[in-house]
């Protein structure tokens, strides 16, 4: 496709429930980022990968968290138990190797933890 | 202090008015800054790069201050269309490359 798809686009899942959200980048993006956007917010950095490898995570809030991207395309993030604190909208962003191309974002997965 | 700052609004404005907006960054060797616009339950889209002698595009100027470490963003004549929220985004660069948004700055353009 043209864009970043992410998948679901909404999820509404129960204290305490896994959930994997899915980000198809733009084919031949080498680098795909995961941001979590609170409402009111500006987008919160997650996790970075350059092709498979994940060059940064520190901002994964908590080890509940965990994002892979194995063939170097499509990643997921997974988030286990969940709580109400991770309510939120979870944007996926790739960008081509020049950087001042700019990135670009999925749609986002809106996430509502009841 | 946040690594990048915006102030947050609302900036309500009447159609055809200069707008500005600012923004600082606390990290001084960053090296790759942006302005990003996001419409309501849309995703941030780039807006454009922001470079250091400044650059314009049709109504949209954006300025660098590496000295006083703000970027700037100015809209001229402005449109109804132009109501969004503005993010600011600074790169670190250097093997860093993740974006650092500042809050968002929110626009409304009345009629």
């Known amino acids: 496709g043209a864009g970043v798809s992410q998948s679901p686009r909404y999820k509404v899942a129960k204290r305490g429930q896994d959930v994997a959200l899915r980000c198809d980048p733009i084919?031949?993006?080498?680098?795909l980022f995961w941001y979590q956007q609170a409402l009111g917010q500006g987008p919160e950095f997650l996790t970075y990968?350059?092709?498979?490898?994940?060059?940064?995570k520190s901002g994964l809030p908590s080890d509940r968290f965990f994002a892979e991207r194995p063939e170097g395309s499509v990643s997921t993030l997974k988030i286990q138990r969940t709580q109400q604190e991770d309510s939120a909208v979870y944007l996926c962003?790739?960008?081509?190797?020049?950087?001042?191309?700019?990135?670009?974002f999925g749609s986002g997965t809106r996430l509502t933890v009841v | 202090r946040k690594e990048v700052e915006q102030d947050p609004g609302p900036f309500n404005v009447p159609e055809g008015a200069t707008v500005a907006f600012n923004c600082t960054y606390s990290?001084?060797?960053?090296?790759?800054f942006f302005w990003y616009r996001q419409d309501c339950r849309k995703e941030p889209k780039l807006l454009m790069s922001?470079?250091?002698s400044g650059n314009e595009d049709g109504r949209f100027t954006a300025q660098l201050n590496r000295a006083s470490q703000y970027i700037s963003l100015l809209i001229r004549d402005s449109k109804l269309s132009d109501s969004a929220t503005y993010l600011c985004?600074?790169?670190?660069?250097?093997?860093?490359?993740?974006?650092?948004f500042g809050t968002g700055t929110r626009l409304t353009i009345i009629p």
């Open positions: 962003a790739s960008s081509p190797p020049h950087r001042n191309y700019g990135y670009t």
């Open positions: 084919s031949g993006h080498v680098s």
């Open positions: 990968f350059q092709n498979e490898a994940q060059l940064d």
């Open positions: 990290n001084s060797a960053s090296q790759s």
């Open positions: 922001v470079y250091s």
């Open positions: 985004v600074v790169i670190p660069g250097f093997g860093n490359e993740k974006l650092t």
